[in-house]
């Protein structure tokens, strides 16, 4: 009898430990999954707001969300470097890379971006 106890009190810490286990990663994925959300909005939010300087917005085709980087500062602001496929003067499309700067306020979005020039490479 006393074998049959202990047996089953190991069960017991076991399927606790597995059930832990799922707890914490179901955790991790909500992190995750605001981290995510995060992105999602303020790559948005870049986006539009470098649409409205462009030659041809609604043409306008963006690097993906997996191809663009968002990395967050010290002081709280995120650093967006992503592509913009335009349009230019001639009707070529021409890739531009981006670099934004976004602070958050409760209200929005304060945002400010350098293209680069595709020919010359500086940052405009």
């Known amino acids: 009898m006393q074998a049959e106890n202990n047996s089953s009190g190991v069960g ?26 995060d ?10 707001r470098i649409k409205k300087g462009l030659l041809n917005p609604d043409g306008a085709s963006f690097s993906s969300i ?18 913009v496929d335009d349009t230019n003067g001639f009707g070529a499309k021409i890739r531009n890379n ?15 971006y350098r293209l680069q020039n595709p020919i010359t490479g500086e940052w405009q």
Do not use: R
Request: glycine letters at 8%; proline letters at 0%.
């Open 39 to 48: 992105k999602v909005s303020i790559v948005t939010a870049v986006q539009d």
């Open 98 to 112: 981006y670099k934004a700067t976004v602070k958050v306020e409760d209200d929005g979005y304060i945002i400010s």
């Open 66 to 83: 997996d191809d663009t980087t968002m990395t967050k500062n010290d002081d709280g602001t995120y650093e967006v470097d992503g592509y």
């Open 12 to 37: 017991c810490v076991i399927a606790g430990i597995i059930i832990l286990i799922f707890a914490f990663g179901l955790f991790s994925n909500c992190i995750n999954s605001d981290d995510h959300t």
